[in-house]
């Protein structure tokens, strides 16, 4: 055990006795045991994490690669259930689809993908002429967006990999896609990751984020200052996403839209011969 996981053990018990002390002291009303719930819900939600890293996995067909990133196995049976309730269904899919305008034949890449909802959605637009590809480092993860895509007859491919490390050649792909991806990095691996996406997009490739960024209102604050505690959030929620896509050398980066309060979507571009088509 790591001293970040003996860490985050350390206070996910401690908020036992913090919840059993806010009910004493307090008593018992609606606040005090919303706030025990949330207090309780973290070594809980450890447990289910640990329970879930004890099931069996499918044979593997590439090692799991080592990242900082925060992988979100434990999600996996959770996941696409929780998202459309937290805002994060079809329709936000579906405008994520738009801001990237894929065009039939093009090769596209999805970093982070998940259960692969995106990747899916993604390799439909680009048709059977086109090729789509998502790379997620969670094992758990990986195998839920092979088995809930093998139905699918688009070209659509699922690889165990990092960010930080693409598997791939240089100038690969017309587009990349980073969905609620960014946040799970520290700020050296967002510049890393950036680089790498960078590197294997094609020149005039484009490459469609949609993330945390600055709260629009100064009411989201109330509920997005915990962000700033943790380094992988607190780039977002700063709004300084727009400089790392500029500092790993896209151009024309501009913020096209937002969703709810807190998420916007950013387009960049790698510059080179076929550059910004006016998406
Ligand atoms: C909130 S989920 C987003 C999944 C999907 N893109 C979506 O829009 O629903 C964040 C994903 O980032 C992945 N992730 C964490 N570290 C990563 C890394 N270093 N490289 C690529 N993906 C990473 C996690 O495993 C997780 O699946």
Redesign the pocket.
């Known amino acids: 055990m790591n001293r970040a996981t003996r860490n985050t053990w350390l206070c996910g018990l401690l908020s036992v006795p913090l919840a059993g002390l806010v009910l004493l002291t307090w008593g018992v009303t609606f606040w005090t045991l919303a706030l025990a719930a949330v207090a309780l819900a973290c070594p809980l939600s450890m447990l289910w994490s640990w329970r879930m890293a004890q099931r069996a996995l499918a044979p593997l067909d590439a090692p799991v ?1 080592h ?7 434990w ?1 996996v049976p959770i ?2 259930w929780y ?1 459309p309730k937290l805002g ?1 269904g079809p329709a936000f ?1 579906r405008e ?1 689809l738009r801001h990237a305008a894929l065009a039939p034949g093009e090769r596209v890449l ?10 899916r959605l993604a390799a439909e637009a680009v048709g059977a002429t086109g090729y789509v590809v ?5 094992p758990r ?1 990986l195998a839920e967006a092979r088995r809930t895509s093998a139905a699918s007859a688009a070209r659509i491919e699922f690889r165990l ?4 490390a693409l598997p791939f050649g240089d100038a690969s792909f017309d587009a990349v ?5 960014l ?3 520290p700020p050296d ?1 967002k510049r890393a ?1 950036l680089k790498e996406v960078y590197r294997v997009l094609k020149p005039g490739g484009r490459l469609i984020v ?1 993330d945390v960024d600055r709260p629009a209102q100064p009411l989201w604050w109330l509920a997005a200052w915990p962000l700033l505690l943790m380094s992988m959030t607190r780039i977002n929620i700063l709004g300084h996403v727009p400089a790392f896509l500029r500092e790993a050398g896209f151009a024309s980066v501009a913020s096209k839209g937002r969703w709810f309060k807190l998420l916007a979507f950013w387009h960049a571009c790698k510059p080179g011969a076929s550059v910004e088509l006016a998406r």
């Open positions: 690669p990242t900082r990133g925060m992988t979100m196995d999600a996941y696409d998202c994060l899919r994520t999805d970093v982070g993908c998940g259960t692969g909802v995106l990747t998502g790379i997620d480092p969670g993860m990999a990092a960010i930080e896609l980073s969905s609620l991806m946040h799970h990095l691996m990751g949609v």
